[in-house]
Nanobody, 121 residues
Framework: QVQLVESGGGLVQAGGSLRLSCAAS????????MGWYRQAPGKQRELVAA???????NYAGSVKGRVTISRENAKNTVYLQMNSLKSDETAVYYC???????????????WGQGTQVTVSS
């Protein structure tokens, strides 16, 4: 059993910053990649940023230059530093991880419960 727990969401004024954290726990052999997604009401869930175990990153064009994803492999934790937040970035932010539970199993996709980020204008 693998569990992802997000933290760091909340209310912030436009132009402000937040740092989200996501820690994976349970039976983990290897985490291939981790990422952050967000979903606003009436919209599809979209990728914000992702990072591989080797440190390669991928960002949505809308957040480039304002958002940084990082990872502490020893803690099975991924972070999302968001600066200069905009009101239209209000959404539930979800942590995702592609995890291999043992050397005998294939990778599986896991999701956290999400954390609300509200950007006020």
């Amino acid at each position: 059993q693998v569990q992802l727990v997000e933290s760091g969401g909340g209310l912030v004024q436009a132009g402000g910053s937040l740092r989200l954290s996501c820690a994976a726990s349970g039976t983990i052999f290897s985490i291939i990649g981790m990422g952050w997604y967000r979903q606003a009401p009436g919209k599809q869930r979209e990728l914000v940023a992702a990072i591989t175990s080797g440190g390669s990153t991928n960002y949505a064009g809308s957040v480039k230059g304002r958002v940084t994803i990082s990872r502490e492999n020893a803690k099975n934790t991924v972070y999302l530093q968001m600066n200069s937040l905009k009101s239209d970035e209000t959404a539930v932010y979800y942590c995702e991880a592609d995890i291999r539970s043992s050397r005998y199993t294939s990778t599986k996709d896991y999701w956290g419960q999400g954390t609300q980020v509200t950007v006020s204008s």
